[in-house]
């Protein structure tokens, strides 16, 4: 089992930027697949961008390609999302996933979730 938490969130002007982590507890965090999720206010749950057990893989949601930066640390046990050139569109609750696989995308294939970070991006 993994516990995980998310910090960085805040309130950002548009344009502005901010890094998100997520620190995961236990000694198997390299055997996890981590993944970063989104939800705004009356929407579904979004996926943003995902990372494989050795980092060497990622791969991101249509909105944010080519703008937010997925990364991990294994000898710290923490995910990372750079999220620069931020937008209004872009405020939601964040969400950090694990999953016991090489890769995963789908919101069904994570299995444990962190408590979530707000992000809010002032126009």
């Known amino acids: 089992q993994v516990q995980l938490v998310e910090s960085g969130g805040g309130l950002v002007q548009a344009g502005g930027s901010l890094r998100l982590s997520c620190a995961a507890s236990g000694r198997t965090f390299s055997s996890y697949a981590m993944g970063w999720f989104r939800q705004a206010p009356g929407k579904e749950r979004e996926f943003v961008a995902s990372?494989?057990?050795?980092?060497?893989?990622?791969y991101y949601g249509d909105s944010v390609k080519g703008r937010f930066t997925i990364s991990r640390d294994n000898a710290k046990n923490t995910v990372y999302l750079q999220m620069p050139r931020l937008k209004p569109e872009d405020t939601a609750v964040y969400y950090c996933?694990?999953?016991?696989?090489?890769?995963?995308?789908?919101?069904?294939?994570?299995?444990?979730w962190g408590q979530g970070t707000q992000v809010t991006v002032s126009s």
């Open positions: 996933a694990a999953a016991l696989k090489f890769i995963a995308t789908p919101l069904s294939e994570f299995d444990y």
């Open positions: 990372i494989s057990r050795s980092g060497g893989s990622t």
